[in-house]
T-cell receptor, first 114, second 116 residues
Framework: ETGVTQSPTHLIKTRGQQVTLRCSSQ?????VSWYQQALGQGPQFIFQ???????GRGNFPPRFSGLQFPNYSSELNVNALELDDSALYLC?????????????FGPGTRLLVL | AQKITQTQPGMFVQEKEAVTLDCTYD???????LFWYKQPSSGEMIFLIY??????QNATEGRYSLNFQKARKSANLVISASQLGDSAMYFC?????????????FGKGTRLSVIA
């Protein structure tokens, strides 16, 4: 196991609602990245947090937002949920920026939007 | 822009045999890293192996090895002595490494089924 935890494991929401997903990074890691994985696809990068600041963002609308806390845990917030937001949301943690640094993933949160 | 292509949607292999999962990539960055992850049905992405673009030798981790052919832009994963527990989705990923800790770009994956 990686030491990266996510909660909740599963979630069902209706269109238009808001959701918050949580991630605790592995000990010693200060960077958290969030990915969305739709059914049958590879993960797509949403954004990354490094030392509590957003440090890069993929092609996702502003209704996807996040936070990183002083203990390096992180939240992903999605407002105005759409049916296409149904996916597996993965967070990954890693250490200080470095060549060859590996991202270690949590078990994911499965979100279903009805 | 970076791109990863995995052309095998599904593969079957007999238990104890070796199997090669294909991955080709495209990038204009001279410094990059290549990764393979395993995703069982539970959903967690499990890191398997890493190859840096400047590494002279192919990476190996236990039963996993990465066949890195830089001129062909390929980074195939070889699993030796397949086990039933190897049945899962396998994803090839890459990232640019000039500016450190950049996001991973993933392929669509290959589903490996190991047959007893």
């Amino acid at each position: 196991e990686t030491g990266v935890t996510q909660s909740p494991t599963h979630l069902i929401k209706t269109r238009g609602q808001q959701v918050t997903l949580r991630c605790s990074s592995q000990s010693g890691h200060n960077t958290v990245s969030w990915y969305q994985q739709a059914l049958g696809q590879g993960p797509q990068f949403i954004f990354q947090y490094y030392r509590e600041e957003e440090n890069g963002r993929g092609n996702f609308p502003p209704r996807f937002s996040g936070l990183q806390f002083p203990n390096y845990s992180s939240e992903l917030n999605v407002n105005a949920l759409e049916l296409d937001d149904s996916a597996l949301y993965l967070c990954a943690s890693s250490r200080e920026r470095a060549y060859g640094e590996t991202q270690y993933f949590g078990p994911g949160t499965r979100l279903l939007v009805l | 822009a970076q791109k990863i292509t995995q052309t095998q949607p599904g593969m079957f292999v007999q238990e104890k045999e070796a199997v090669t999962l294909d991955c080709t990539y495209d990038t204009s960055d001279p410094s990059y890293g290549l990764f393979w992850y395993k995703q069982p049905s539970s959903g967690e992405m499990i890191f398997l192996i890493y190859q840096g673009s400047y590494d002279q030798q192919n990476a190996t981790e236990g039963r996993y090895s990465l066949n890195f052919q830089k001129a062909r832009k390929s980074a195939n994963l070889v699993i030796s002595a397949s086990q039933l527990g190897d049945s899962a989705m396998y994803f090839c990923a890459m990232r640019e490494e000039n500016s450190g800790n950049t996001p991973l770009v993933f392929g669509k994956g290959t589903r490996l089924s190991v047959i007893a």
